[in-house]
């Protein structure tokens, strides 16, 4: 008898972790049908996700749900990763994008194998769905900022818009250094982007692109310049190939509009970087150029582990930049 009970336990503990996790989609009543492929696309692809951790399951079986581009990075994200779904159960708002040309279901909690790091090993996805119900991009919520607090910010109606696709970009940026995709980072730095590593900064020899006339103040002097290809073969050759996980956090999230480029915008956060050979802490900031909103492109990153002498740290008024002529 005591055999049965544990064999049938195992069994049936067994079963539960397969059971396809039940989705409950708050919004989207305008659009009932988008609403139900969407609610019974996220519950396959959360179940097929659960069957992947257990060894029974294939990310390459969803990709007639997911856009090219997006199932490249959910493929990516599950290898690294190892997610498996926190909650049996989820209720989730559908929120509209782009006047009901996509839509975005926030905050799928998911439980991921963080190995011997102090990172949180719970996360937040977010799907975002084209009007046929396909996935086009996956990214993990940006923890402790209000989305509808920062959009409300924007000083015109294209400004809100712009802020909203910037927290779009902000939650893939996260999400490539934690899937390890090398191919979207490659894609968002700028050929000649200005990439500083340290407490104070020196200034970037010229270029022959819009950063010509961009230049750092004279006093603030040191450090290391890295170009883009020295950053990336450094993620390459050493962040991303000797760590198993990583686990990159943006809290303190700050957006500001250049006050002549409506195109140009600065955004600050502070960076919290687990892996399981390196953590560290810091402020980072990033010049974005989003001319092509869909496809934004980085100029400057910087990255301080502590603030100025003076208590400030790198803004968008440490440059002066010459729009090109159109």
């Not at 989305?147 to 999400?175: K, V, W």
């Not at 195109?263 to 010049?287: A, E, H, I, R, T």
Request: hydrophobic share 40%.
């Amino acid at each position: 008898m005591i055999r049965v009970v544990v064999c049938a336990l195992f069994i049936v503990s067994t079963v539960s972790a397969q059971v396809k996790p039940a989705i409950t989609v708050i919004g989207g009543d305008d659009v009932p049908a988008i609403k139900e492929k969407i609610t019974a696309t996220l519950e396959v692809v959360l179940l097929e996700m659960n069957r992947v951790k257990s060894g029974t399951g294939s990310v390459s079986a969803l990709s007639s749900v997911f856009q090219t581009e997006a199932h490249a990075v959910f493929a990516k994200y599950v290898e690294q990763n190892k997610p498996v779904t926190a909650r049996k159960r989820y209720e989730v708002q559908m929120i509209e994008r782009q006047k009901g040309q996509c839509y975005d279901i926030r905050s799928i909690m998911v439980k991921v194998d963080v190995g011997e790091t102090e990172a949180s090993t719970v996360q937040n996805l977010v799907f975002t769905f084209s009007r046929d119900c396909r996935i086009t991009s996956i990214r993990s919520v940006l923890p402790s900022y209000d989305y509808h607090t920062i959009i409300a910010r924007g000083e015109t109606p294209e400004d809100s818009l712009m802020r909203g696709c910037i927290l779009d970009f902000m939650e893939q940026f996260r999400m490539a250094y934690n899937a390890k995709n090398l191919p979207f980072l490659e894609k968002v730095y700028s050929d000649d982007a200005l990439i500083l590593v340290g407490s104070v900064l020196q200034e970037k020899p010229e270029t022959d692109d819009m950063m010509h006339h961009t230049y750092l103040a004279p006093a603030k002097v040191k450090l290391i310049q890295q170009t883009k290809r020295e950053y990336i073969d450094g993620l390459r050759e050493r962040a991303f190939a000797y760590n198993a996980f990583i686990n990159v956090r943006f809290d303190d999230l700050t957006i500001v509009r250049h006050e002549k480029i409506p195109w140009l915008y600065g955004v600050s956060c502070f960076q919290q970087w687990n892996s399981s050979q390196y953590s560290d802490k810091g402020f980072l900031f990033l010049m974005m150029d989003f001319r092509n909103a869909s496809e934004p492109v980085i100029h400057v990153r910087t990255w301080q582990p502590k603030a100025f002498d003076n208590g400030q740290y790198v803004s968008l008024d440490d440059f002066e930049v010459v729009a090109p002529k159109q």
